[in-house]
């Protein structure tokens, strides 16, 4: 009866393990190409001359071993900055739009389609108290408030709409100069919304 022993194949060039099982008849003879050994090689091994030699762990992920240099190879794609400015251009837009849209928050679309009239009588009867306001004199009507008290409440608005817009119009455009001159990751990363508006 033939006995059951194990072998190895493997690939002269790299050392790395091709296959690993039992046999009882006799080996295949060993080729330009690939060595066989009568032997089990070791879990995570490459041959080395007449030896098994470990393989290092895994780093991450990312990694594959090199089985010509016999080192673990990060496979990370690059990403150039150029890619990143972009990426944090997208984002510093988001921020921007998140930001915007909380000034609108609570005024229904009709209302908002009134702002530039209510916007241009308040600004004109800043300018010259005398100035005729028609379109704010009927929300005071139908409001239940007086036209002065109208006209100063839109006003108030719009002046604090106007500061609002410029900080966040300001700070974009502030960001998007940054990104424009960033020449490195480290810059681009440096990059951000602010986390606590004035």
Do not use: C
Not at 107 to 133: F, G, S, V
Not at 159 to 184: E, I, M, N, P
Request: net charge negative; glycine share 4%; aromatic share 8%.
């Amino acid at each position: 009866m033939s006995d059951i022993f194990y072998f190895t194949r493997f690939d002269k060039a790299t050392g790395r393990v091709l296959e690993v099982g039992q046999t009882m008849h006799t080996l295949e003879m060993r080729t330009a190409e690939v060595g066989v050994v009568r032997e089990e090689a070791p879990p995570n091994t490459y041959r080395a001359g007449d030896a098994w030699v470990p393989i290092p762990p895994q780093p991450s992920p990312a990694h594959r071993f090199d089985w010509t240099a016999h080192v673990w190879v990060d496979d990370t794609p690059a990403v150039s900055v150029e890619d990143l400015k972009t990426a944090r251009a997208h984002a510093v837009d988001a921020d921007f739009s998140k930001a915007s849209a909380a000034l609108l928050d609570g005024y229904p679309q009709a209302e908002r389609l009134t702002w530039p009239t209510q916007q241009a009588e308040a600004m004109a009867w800043h300018a010259d108290a005398q100035a005729a306001t028609p379109f704010l004199d009927g929300l005071a009507l139908h409001r239940g408030i007086s036209p002065e008290t109208m006209r100063a409440k839109t006003l108030a608005a719009v002046q604090a709409f106007q500061q609002a817009s410029q900080y966040l119009v300001g700070t974009r455009q502030r960001l998007q100069d940054q990104l424009a001159q960033a020449t490195t990751a480290e810059a681009v990363a440096a990059v951000s919304w602010p986390s606590d508006p004035p």
